[in-house]
């Protein structure tokens, strides 16, 4: 008897470490990134586009029935407004090089590259990267915030990064060539795929969109 009461609290320890493991799993991944910040994440895929946003300022509802034309010109719409910046992305699995500088530096991080866009965001103090599903979430529940832990996926959850209060320039380098819009890329390189530079840059001139960058309709 005893002998049984001590297999199943092995059991019920095994269990509850093992739920406890998988709420970790679930919580969003923060970075303090306010004395700078240089990582590599690894993303699975999700396609359509990628985004860095500001998440307490991006105006994430658009309708319980949007559409693909409706949804673009939402968030076209809230990058000239400088709350996010995106761009389109195959659905691959990629490496991903996020750098945060306080102060703009012209330079690339890396010479070799095949496209590059920018983008202005103003930041209260956070940044959310993340992708096309916490976009989309967000998009058709007025609750779903793109930084909640409900719109949250494994693969590709949202990174939080601790900035200071600032006018944000956001660099993209992309390091493959690619059919922009395509939901594979041919020519993926190993290592590195996007290179995401943030920038503390107040003065900069006003950036305008007329489309999110390498993406089709």
Known sequence: MRLLRLSLLCVLSIVSTACSNEGN?????????????????????DP????????????????????????????????????????????????????VRDGYIIEPPTPEFAAATSFYVQSGGRL??????????????????????????????QHLLTVRPARYRIDVYRHFGWREGSQHAEQLNKGVNFTIVISNHPTGDKISHYDIPWTTR
């Open 48 to 99: 359509a586009f990628l985004f860095v946003a500001d998440p307490d300022s991006y105006e994430g509802f658009v309708s319980s029935d949007w559409t693909i034309d409706s949804l673009w010109s939402h968030v076209t719409e809230q990058m000239n407004s400088e709350r996010i910046a995106a761009w389109g992305t195959p659905e691959q699995d990629l490496k991903i090089r996020i750098i």
């Open 128 to 157: 959310c990267f993340g992708s096309y599903t916490h976009i989309t979430m967000s998009a058709q529940f007025p609750e779903e915030h793109i930084d909640a832990e409900s719109n949250y996926h494994p693969d590709y959850s």
């Open 25 to 45: 799993k679930k919580m969003k991944l923060n970075h303090d990134a306010t004395s700078g910040l240089d990582i590599t994440i690894a993303h699975s895929p």
